[in-house]
């Protein structure tokens, strides 16, 4: 039955909820943000290849594949073990790209840059299967669960910059430094990939709130939360379904049908991740020129990138700061093109600070765009619809990384390559 939550309860279990689902937002982007962060190292190793490009096509183009296989079957898929297996795929892919940098005593050559392209395939698969699942799963609960996994996928680029940064520092001046730093950094990512898992499969099910939600979804007639349930020890009855609820599929609304409801949210959600990473890593890393900085140039792009990211993605927290209007929505939407050709011209005439600034802008203004459309766009469904509505938004934004990184290349005419 559904179980009842007094406020006090409630108060306590969303708190713990929450840090939770900020760890595995984390977890969700920690092993891919390890591999862009460590790009200093990959560029080394493969100077010829555009590594931070063409992982990155690869990674994504895999993860919006099997997201939208997964997304198209959402209504009847078991949530758990799609998360499962999504950490249990990053933790091991983690755990594969340090094993394979040992195994070829750091050498680059075409075969080890295969190597690692397979490991961002595995990357890709993980990552479809926690996005979605993820994302749809909290939409059926409450907003500030949705807010905190995706400040926590934010975090997680803040977090690797400061691993790199640091790993890199402390290695800086030993014989192949850089390449231990990275290791390190890499190892570190599978552990805390590990924990991710352990937490998804012992920890988050049995938390009050988030039982109480996923009871009073599978009383609207969702599906995909039973699994949770039992692991949690709550057992659901067939009276106990809501009459209220879609209870058989042809009462819920149609993947197309929401959509058509919430196509300028779909909208949004793809052009502001088209703008980002048509920016964003492979630009910053490549086309920057030289500065001051030198080699740590482009590892303080990623990091001032990634901390106002962070702060862009918690800024919703304050409802009066929070955008809801769907008009505003777009009008911020459009207007973040004005950063292609400021970014241009910054990078043909201006200095290594007029860059971070944009950079800072432009990790900003992505983190606080996406948590307003995810976190306004589920409300007033029911829980079936608000998790498929997570699943579309989701492919959405894999559709706009896979976008802007084809367009990311678009930087390169003219260079040579």
Known sequence: MIPPITNGAELRGKTIAMIVCWLLGNGSLFVWNSMLTAEDYYLSLFPRYHPTRVFTLVYVVITLVTSSILTYYEATINTRKRNLLGYLLLFLSALAIPILDLATSGNGGLATYIGICCVAVIFGLGDGCVEGGMIGDLS??????????????????????????????????????????????????????????????????????????????????????????????????????SEEGPNDELERLSHKQLLLENKDYAIIAFLVT?????????FLAEDTGKHGLGTWYVLVLIAMYNVLE???????????????????LTIATISRFALVPAFYFTAKYGDQGWMILLTSLLGLSNGYLTVCVFTVAPQGYK????????NLLTICVLGGLVMGIALDWLWLIGKGW
Do not use: H, W
């Open 140 to 241: 059926l609960m409450c907003p500030d669960f949705i807010q905190s996994f995706l400040a926590g996928g934010s975090a997680s680029g803040v977090l690797t910059s400061v691993l790199r940064l640091s790993t890199k520092g402390v290695f800086e001046n030993s014989k192949n430094g850089l390449r231990k730093g990275a290791i390190m950094f890499l190892v570190i990512s599978a552990l805390f990939e590990l924990l991710c898992l352990l937490l998804y499969k012992f920890v988050f099910a049995k938390i009050p709130i988030v039982r109480y939600y996923r009871s009073k979804a599978a009383s609207e007639g969702s599906k995909t939360v039973m699994a949770d349930l039992a692991a949690a020890g709550v057992k659901m009855q067939q009276n106990e379904v």
């Open 274 to 282: 088209v703008l980002t990473f048509s920016i964003f890593p492979g």
């Open 310 to 328: 962070l702060l862009g993605r918690n800024i919703p927290m304050v409802e009066s700061l929070k955008l809801e209007s769907r008009k505003g």
């Open 383 to 390: 829980g079936p619809e608000q998790n498929a509505l997570g």
